[in-house]
């Protein structure tokens, strides 16, 4: 009797386990497939409201087209001296301000390494250019990270954006003309002048650029600028007619 009481709770703990067990592998099959299929009904920017249209609810779309027809999301930047290049200016256009759904979208991207999210950003991203840019480009580059990096993180995720824009827009895509030749310190922590040091130097180019393309250059962010402006004057030093920057958000804070 004492033996078959001792079977039935072995059995009991043995079935309990692989309940256990069976509900730790749904949870990570759920996970997975939220990862691949995220819920089409909530907003992929807030993670909050319904789904209204392209993936993105209501308030979202009214907040990105209030900051899309401000000056803010467009800007003339000077690099050089006049004469120096072929320009010594880009023009910037941020699709959304870097702050609370959006900054958080894109760090979800970045960080949480939800790269289905580069879907519904570039798409975006090439809407606002072709609704308020009358520009013509022949190549599109994104912002290179360093291979080491880019290894690290699993993928790059200015070229993630550049694949969507490059399909939207037909514009080729040119993943390793612009080359990043050294690590860099991480510029989160440092300052305006700080951030200029830290990126001098950093970009090359694979081999030299000819018939003078009109390249719109793809980033994720844009703070203080030093990584564009870095990597513009390599493109128009290497040969460029001119550089347009478009980046996913653009910082509103002071530095």
């Known amino acids: 009797m004492l033996l078959y009481q001792v079977n039935c709770i072995t059995f009991i703990e043995n079935v309990e386990n692989e309940r256990g067990n069976m509900f730790f592998l749904q949870q990570i099959w ?13 907003c992929l920017l807030c993670r909050q409201n319904p789904v209204a249209k392209n993936q993105i609810c209501r308030k979202c779309a009214r907040e990105l087209e209030i900051w899309q027809t401000g ?12 004469g120096k290049f072929l320009s010594n200016f880009y023009l910037l256009y ?18 949480g390494k939800k790269t289905y999210l580069a879907s519904v950003l570039g798409e975006i991203m090439a809407l606002y250019l072709q609704t308020k840019a009358k520009l013509v480009f022949d190549l599109i580059i994104p912002v290179p990270l360093t291979s080491r990096k880019e290894a690290q993180r699993g993928f ?14 037909n ?30 130097g950093a970009f090359t180019l694979s081999h030299k650029i000819s018939e003078r393309p009109r390249i719109l250059l ?9 990584t564009a402006k870095e990597a513009v004057l390599t493109l128009l030093k290497g040969g460029a007619d001119e550089v347009t920057v478009l980046v996913w958000a653009k910082s509103i804070a002071k530095y």
């Open 94 to 111: 941020a699709a959304a301000p870097y702050k609370g759904a959006f900054k958080q979208a894109i760090q979800n991207l970045k960080y």
């Open 30 to 42: 759920e996970n997975f497939l939220d990862i691949l299929y995220p819920s089409p009904e909530v």
């Open 171 to 200: 514009i080729p895509l040119e993943k390793g003309l612009l080359v990043k030749q050294r690590e860099t310190k991480t510029q989160v922590s440092l300052k305006k002048d700080k951030r200029l040091q830290n990126l001098k």
């Open 218 to 226: 793809i980033d994720d962010i844009f703070t203080t600028g030093a």
């Open 156 to 169: 790059n995720q200015a070229q993630l954006l550049a694949e969507v824009i490059s399909l939207k827009l």
């Open 71 to 82: 000056s803010a999301s467009r800007n003339t930047v000077y690099v050089g001296k006049r």
